[in-house]
């Protein structure tokens, strides 16, 4: 079997975490693997900043709770259907379990910016997976709070926190389309 | 070494493709591995349309080179000069030369569809790496004449086209940057 087929399918999203330590050189592998992905005009606009210190992760977790409380408030639709269903709340405990975080940033008015941050967070899923590490690719819905924690400047945005650790999620994989529900041929209309 | 490691550092952008046909399973198999890829609410936003029909792909040529002149009559400063630098200009002929287009579609008002799509963009790339096929992640500076021509309905938005085959191209991978400059720890300041 394709390896990166075994990856990907094998790859599902964590929010509960083992909180002992992990190496933090794997890490830097996977980061180092998310930055060879392409970027508009090869900018490389993904800046990343790791967290280990207890103190922090808390004032990471305190400032994103913060913003999640006040979304909950406004949510409706099938969004907050989907967030009722799977049980998630403000409470974001993993921001604190997770032995390790990294703070995914873009650069700002860089041409397809998003585009290519999330391109290298593919590849550093991946990466993870491969190195027995889980994450989850969480975006507070206030990133301010969190930027202002660490002290980034206002040239750079948080596209996702990224908790990292040993899996302690005993839940299986949201299922996926068939790729035959997905793909059309030569046109959209069949 | 890391097998993700090997193809995300071997992966580059290519745009000049042998025109020979390519096996429509492998492109069915790397498509299948990006659907694997998280998304916001698991909405699973993407949508692909296999494109192997050359009078189509040279309409989807001429629908995006139209949108590109108007681009380059318009573009300045630091982007303009990274495409005189690269030598690009409007002309697009990857979209025709390529034996096969891939047209990558995102479901509108979807949370994080954006992000999730180029998630799975970056799972594809590293798919077709191992498959050892090639592409550019090309988006269209004006979409929806690209659109219009597939009769993609006004739910969906094209995230980008990925014209795909065997590298015919020499240029070498462009530089990145080394993970020590993208890295900082508990703070953005060192």
Redo the contacts between chains.
């Keep these: 079997m394709?390896?990166?087929?075994k990856?990907?399918?094998k790859?599902?999203?964590i929010r509960k975490f083992d909180s002992n330590p992990i190496n933090i050189e794997d890490v830097?592998?996977a980061?180092?693997?998310?930055?060879?992905?392409?970027s508009g005009?090869?900018y490389?606009p993904?800046?990343?900043?790791?967290?280990?210190?207890p103190k922090?992760k808390r004032r990471i977790r305190e400032a994103s709770e913060d913003g999640e409380k006040e979304f909950y408030k406004k949510v409706s639709g099938?969004?907050a259907e989907?967030?009722e269903s799977k049980k998630l709340n403000p409470s974001k405990p993993f921001l604190e379990e997770a032995p390790l975080l990294v703070v995914v940033l873009a650069q700002n008015g860089i041409?397809?910016s998003?585009?290519?941050v999330?391109?290298?967070?593919?590849?550093i899923?991946?990466?993870l997976e491969?190195?027995n590490l889980s994450t989850?690719?969480y975006?507070p819905s206030d990133t301010k709070r969190v930027l202002e924690v660490?002290?980034?400047?206002e040239t750079?945005r948080l596209?996702?926190i990224l908790p990292i650790g040993k899996s302690n999620d005993t839940k299986i994989k949201?299922p996926?389309?068939e790729?035959s529900d997905?793909?059309?041929?030569?046109?959209?209309?069949l």
């Design positions: 394709s390896t990166v087929l990856y990907a399918t790859r599902r999203t830097l592998m980061l180092k693997i998310g930055a060879q992905a392409p005009a090869n490389q993904w800046r990343f900043i790791i967290i280990d210190d922090l099938d969004w989907w967030l041409p397809y998003t585009e290519s999330w391109t290298a967070i593919g590849y899923l991946l990466a491969e190195l989850v690719t975006t660490l002290n980034v400047p750079f596209e996702a949201e996926r389309y790729i997905l793909v059309r041929f030569n046109n959209w209309h």
